[in-house]
């Protein structure tokens, strides 16, 4: 499989639930990044890690937490969210200075 | 705190027409500036990579300027196609080194007509 590929594509869950989304990319690139896509905003960064270390964390809510253990995969972890963090969250992965690629996204939903 | 506008927010057109898609950003020191196209629901694909000491760059029916220092730049869709209905996003990267994600724009939702 090639690219860079996110499950599950689809996730309903409770406040109270914990889950985690996975990103994976095949493309030898060293740079990975979480964003957030809500209705009717732009795209916005979460995270950025380089080589797996933590780079940026745009005032994320604690109850999102990234986990990077090696350069192609990435995760998001989920708990305590809340109804507004519904969205479309995208995986996005480059090589410095070059174009990022993007995942299909996984589409939660909170309820 | 740079920021990506859009314009239009929308557009239809019909089919075989030429179009222009606009993007400008308020901070003029950025290190590239991608155009992605996403269909709905789905992620982003990316189109063209446009770096900071380059004009323009093109790909089949596509083609990407870029201004730098008027902070502007446009896609140009040739002979568009019912294929190009999608929206298309404009984002840009900053020079800090420190710094590698994109700020993006809204978007620009295209509806090409058959």
């Known amino acids: 499989e090639t690219g860079v590929t996110q499950t599950p594509r689809h996730l309903v869950m409770g406040m109270t639930n914990k889950k985690s989304l996975k990103c994976e990319q095949h493309?030898?690139?060293?740079?990975m990044y979480w964003y957030k896509q809500s209705a009717k905003k732009p795209l916005e960064l979460m995270f950025v890690?380089?080589?797996?270390?933590?780079?940026e964390n745009n005032s994320v809510p604690s109850r999102f937490s990234p986990e990077c253990p090696n350069s192609s995969h990435l995760f998001l972890h989920l708990h305590t969210l809340q109804p507004e963090d519904s969205a479309l969250y995208l995986c996005?992965?480059?090589?410095?200075?070059?174009?990022?690629?993007f995942g299909p996204g996984t589409r939660l939903t909170v309820l | 705190k740079q920021e990506v506008t859009q314009i239009p927010a929308a557009l239809s057109v019909p089919e075989g027409e030429n179009l222009v898609l606009n993007c400008s950003f308020t901070?003029?020191?950025?290190?590239?500036l991608q155009w992605f196209r996403q269909d709905p629901g789905k992620g982003l694909t990316s189109l063209l990579l446009?770096?900071?000491?380059?004009r323009e760059q093109t790909s089949g029916r596509l083609n990407a300027s870029l201004d730098k220092s008027s902070g502007r730049s446009t896609l140009y869709i040739a002979a568009s196609q019912p294929g190009d209905s999608a929206t298309y996003l404009c984002?840009?990267?900053?020079?800090?080194?420190?710094?590698?994600?994109?700020?993006f724009g809204s978007g620009t939702r295209l509806q090409v007509q058959p």
């Open positions: 996005a992965s480059s090589l410095p200075g070059s174009e990022q690629f």
């Open positions: 890690y380089n080589f797996k270390e933590q780079t």
């Open positions: 446009i770096q900071s000491s380059q």
């Open positions: 493309l030898g690139h060293n740079a």
């Open positions: 901070d003029s020191a950025i290190y590239n």
């Open positions: 984002a840009v990267r900053g020079m800090d080194t420190g710094r590698r994600a994109l700020t």
